[in-house]
């Protein structure tokens, strides 16, 4: 079973472009979670979305969004960079349903994001 | 928000020492989780927790979920040079319909050979 896959792996854009980045999980996984992630900092939790509707989100400004499709797929999205959204971006994608199944989240390699 | 107490922040040991880490909180949970994350890349799980009590190994690492239920360690024995990364815990909250995911700040360990 192919894990989760993020792409980009490495990005590199101007203070004030925007980003989307990719996240594919897990065959048969309908959640996924992004996470912001810098030197020295644990893993900040942007937001989650189960079944295509956002479920938790974080302390994060509106710049950052995010959606699933259909088949679980999911981007996010980063509008009006500034220099310090450089960071990893961690997707992780879990088996859950609303109200059963394992929480175990899985995670992917992440996107470099570096922003000059 | 929320977030796990844990700790130590970062240590030190020489190979082939055991090394022991901790995660506390005042909220009580349902699963606790263990990963490694190697620089550059995604934490790895390296033990889920489902029930109070259960002590569980996977080689030569070890982790309890406490009692209390507010409380986990994950216990490395024999270092080897290779179990360099941070670790980091999660213990999941269950709230209505909604399960979530709270991250401790990571223990990052280096070994020396």
């Known amino acids: 079973k192919a894990g989760v896959t993020q792409t980009p792996r490495y990005l590199i854009k101007t203070r004030g472009q925007q980003v989307t980045l990719s996240c594919s999980p897990i065959s048969g996984h309908r959640s996924v979670s992004w996470y912001q992630q810098t030197p020295g900092q644990g893993l900040q939790f942007l937001f989650e979305y189960f079944s295509e509707t956002q479920r938790n989100k974080g302390n994060f400004p509106g710049r950052f969004s995010g959606r699933q499709f259909s088949n679980s797929r999911s981007e996010m999205n980063v509008s009006t960079l500034e220099l310090g959204d450089s960071a990893l971006y961690l997707c992780a994608s879990s088996p859950l349903t609303a109200t059963t199944g394992n929480t175990e989240a899985f995670f992917g390699q992440g996107t470099r994001l570096t922003v000059v | 928000g929320q977030q796990l107490n844990q700790s130590p922040q970062s240590m030190f040991i020489q190979e082939g020492e055991d090394v022991s880490m901790n995660c506390t909180s005042s909220?009580?949970?349902?699963?606790w989780l263990w990963y490694k994350q190697d620089p550059g890349e995604g934490p790895v799980l390296l033990i889920a927790?489902?029930?109070a009590g259960e002590l569980t190994s996977n080689g030569r690492l070890t982790a309890q979920f406490g009692i209390t239920r507010k409380d986990s360690f994950l216990n490395i024995s024999a270092s080897i040079p290779s179990d360099v990364g941070i670790y980091f815990c999660?213990?999941?909250?269950?709230?209505?319909?909604?399960?979530?995911?709270?991250w401790g700040l990571g223990t990052s360990l280096a070994v020396n050979p």
């Open positions: 999660a213990g999941v909250l269950n709230a209505g319909n909604n399960r979530k995911l709270i």
């Open positions: 909220s009580i949970f349902n699963t």
């Open positions: 927790l489902y029930k």
